[in-house]
């Protein structure tokens, strides 16, 4: 199984133990470099480098296991930069007597000064706690991130589980109302609702799918619907552009195919009808869909009016967001849905 580089960069936000020995790397190999005493690097620059780090283990974790926990993300922001400017003052003067006083009793065979002095050690140390602070605040973003990534994914299969028995159930009722009348093309409309279902489940599992696949399935829902009208040529779907090499989100169109009959054909409204247009160009697809209104009872379980829509808006929000635009008007014998998708 081979992994991408998303994957890889997931994997090391993860896995803490991983970043701290890279970075510890890092500092050992950019340090060395800097306060090595010739052009090339020896055994005393390599001893004087890993002592040099000592007081900054001590000041790092300090920040990183104290201060920033129980002050900078409490918001107490003067007491962090209070005691943040202490630890480095420590952390300094723990470096002076270090090298000063104890490094000769630990490397006899070498002989070590402080070079530097309080303050330019300070400005060390600070820099330190800038940058160990500021890369604290970038996993915490990459993992508030993943987080959001994940509650987004879990609520976008949540709607769609909600959506996809709704659409079922009515086409299931749909070739119901043709088998009571012995019709000889029950089995090829199972057939062609055995194509929709694997749409819905195996293809509409992903966030983004062919635009031609999801007017296929409108247009077979609308077939199957036509089952149950026999107002079939009040029912106008028109397609403007090129649907190829386009994708869309997974039934978006279909929540409101399936209320404009709900609502439009089966309302018992004179001149009943359903006009639907797509309109695909290189910049957005435009979605309308305009249908009559009636005062008939609904012919579906009331329990479930109202999840379609609702959700579209919602998936629109998570897959599109500042991407779309979405309108409803209605007055008292018409309902019309706006959609204007922007592409990438």
């Not at 973003?141 to 959001?148: A, D, P, R, Y």
């Not at 397609?239 to 989100?249: E, L, R, V």
């Not at 195919?257 to 639907?276: D, P, Q, R, T």
Request: positive net charge; proline residues 3%.
């Amino acid at each position: 199984m081979t992994l991408n580089f998303k994957d890889i960069f997931n994997q090391f936000i993860r896995n803490r133990i991983l970043q701290h020995i890279l970075f510890w790397a890092l500092s050992f190999l950019i340090l060395v470099n800097i306060l090595k005493v010739s052009a090339e690097i020896k055994k005393i620059d390599l001893i004087y480098t890993a002592v040099f780090h000592l007081p900054v283990f001590l000041i790092v974790y300090l920040n990183l296991k104290v201060l920033f926990p129980y002050f900078l993300e409490k918001g107490r922001y003067f007491l962090f930069v209070v005691l943040a400017l202490t630890v480095i003052a420590v952390g300094a003067g723990f470096y002076l007597i270090l090298f000063n006083q104890w490094i000769d009793y630990i490397f006899t065979g070498y002989y070590f000064i402080a070079f530097y002095s309080f303050w330019d050690i300070s400005l060390y140390y600070l820099i330190y706690i800038f940058l160990t602070s500021l890369l604290r605040l970038a996993r915490g973003w990459f993992k508030l991130q993943e987080i959001e990534n994940e509650r987004a994914e879990t609520e976008l299969k949540a709607l769609r589980s909600q959506i996809n028995p709704h659409f079922l159930f009515n086409s299931l009722n749909s070739i119901y109302s043709l088998s009571r009348k012995n019709s000889p093309a029950v089995p090829e409309k199972i057939v062609q609702l055995s194509d929709l279902m694997r749409h819905i489940i195996y293809e509409s599992d992903a966030n983004f799918i062919p635009l031609e696949k999801e007017i296929e399935m409108v247009r077979n829902y609308i077939e199957l619907q036509n089952l149950r009208t026999v107002k079939t040529e009040k029912i106008n779907l028109e397609i403007k552009g090129d649907i190829q090499n386009k994708k869309i989100a997974p039934l978006v169109f279909l929540p409101f195919v399936e209320n404009s009959f709900k609502h439009g054909l089966k309302s018992g409204a004179e001149n009943a009808y359903v006009n639907i247009c797509v309109r695909i160009r290189e910049t957005d697809i435009v979605f309308e869909i305009e249908n009559t209104k009636g005062d008939s009872p609904v012919l579906t379980d009331s329990k479930y009016k109202g999840i379609g829509i609702q959700n579209v808006k919602k998936r629109l929000e998570l897959l599109y967001p500042n991407a779309h635009k979405f309108e409803i008007t209605e007055d008292e014998k018409r309902f019309k849905v706006f959609l204007q998708i922007y592409l990438n």
